[in-house]
């Protein structure tokens, strides 16, 4: 069925996906370069802000022709995702090795090496992905589609009872999520939900911050809890991922070895090295947990969480209802746009699948 559009919904939300679409291609040429590793950093970060909110405004703005927007973001997303983690990892290893004494630093070389040389061999992917996204023409369509929004930023109404709804559902929905994960945090050995709590952590981060400039404090406190959530959650979860991948590597390694000198003699010279950075890594892990398990209590007894739905609530129950405009102002702010197939008094966001 058709659906009639909400003109703050959609100039809210044209503003919105503009800043990322922009700060998104500002990046591509530094991606390109490879010589700045914040450019890949930068670029990942534009581009999961541009799909936290297409679930969210897609279908006001574009229709079904935002779930062809969203598929194209996902190839280039994850493709800079692992671009980045890989430099993430380089950059560590690299701090750690320089106060190493030599006994331990060729193990440490050794694993800087192997990280660099796969650090290489993923950027044919993001260059591929790159050029994959930039030829769809999705760049291009989507500014075509929110430039006429866009300009009319000026006369966009922040009481709009449509558009608060929308934040508040889109908010409460991932505030919910989030704190689903509240049994977990005194089990240090449940790494898997602790990964998709940093997950849930980044999408309350993208949600609140989407939503932010409709409140009076821009959400300060909770955007700062959030990014140190995700920052502490995204530690924990590096160091768990090091302590898988230690010792895989140094199992190959010392194959490695064996099948190029013919004996693992000299794989020992490698070992305390690693042994000594798979060390430190787990030492880290209990330190930041220990952190963070002390800063979840913290907003637990504070009433963080109670706090910002009761702000949601306190945003939302004031709004009246603005009288009807007369007919020739209503048009100089509204292009609807058909949307179909959507219940418009279901504003929840749809499920982002990415895990990246």
Request: aromatic share 8%.
């Amino acid at each position: 069925m058709k659906i009639k559009a909400n003109p703050n919904l959609q100039i809210y939300g044209a503003v919105t996906m503009m800043t990322h679409l922009t700060a998104l291609v500002q990046e591509m040429e530094g991606v390109r370069l490879a010589k700045d590793i914040e450019a890949v950093h930068r670029m990942r970060v534009a581009s999961r802000r541009l799909r936290a909110t297409l679930p969210l405004f897609g279908q006001q703005l574009a229709g079904k022709r935002h779930l062809v927007w969203i598929k194209a973001m996902r190839g280039i997303t994850r493709a800079l995702g692992a671009a980045r983690d890989s430099d993430v990892q380089i950059e560590h290893v690299s701090k750690f090795l320089e106060p190493l004494l030599p006994s331990n630093r060729s193990g440490v070389r050794r694993l800087l090496l192997r990280l660099r040389q796969q650090r290489l061999a993923l950027q044919p992917q993001v260059m591929k992905e790159l050029n994959k996204f930039e030829k769809s023409g999705v760049i291009a369509e989507i500014a075509q589609k929110l430039a006429p929004f866009d300009i009319y930023r000026d006369r966009l109404e922040v009481n709009d009872t449509g558009l608060l709804k929308l934040a508040d559902q889109a908010i409460r929905a991932r505030l919910g999520e989030f704190l689903g994960f509240d049994a977990i945090v005194d089990q240090p050995e449940r790494v898997e939900e602790l990964h998709a709590m940093r997950i849930s952590a980044k999408r309350l981060r993208y949600t609140l911050e989407t939503f932010a400039p409709l409140f009076e404090d821009g959400l300060k406190n909770y955007l700062k809890a959030m990014r140190s959530a995700q920052d502490m959650l995204g530690a924990i979860h590096d160091c768990d991922v090091w302590a898988v991948y230690i010792p895989q590597f140094m199992d190959e390694e010392r194959l490695r070895t064996a099948e190029y000198f013919g004996s693992v003699r000299t794989f020992k010279r490698l070992a305390p090295g690693l042994s000594l950075y798979k060390d430190a890594r787990r030492s880290e892990r209990d330190t930041v947990y220990a952190a963070f398990r002390e800063t979840w209590a913290g907003w637990k007894s504070e009433g963080l969480w109670e706090n910002l739905t009761a702000i949601l609530e306190a945003r939302l129950t004031p709004v009246v209802e603005p009288p009807p405009q007369p007919a020739e102002n209503a048009a100089k702010i509204s292009a609807p746009v058909e949307v179909t197939e959507r219940d418009e008094t279901n504003l929840t966001p749809a499920v982002d699948s990415d895990t990246g």
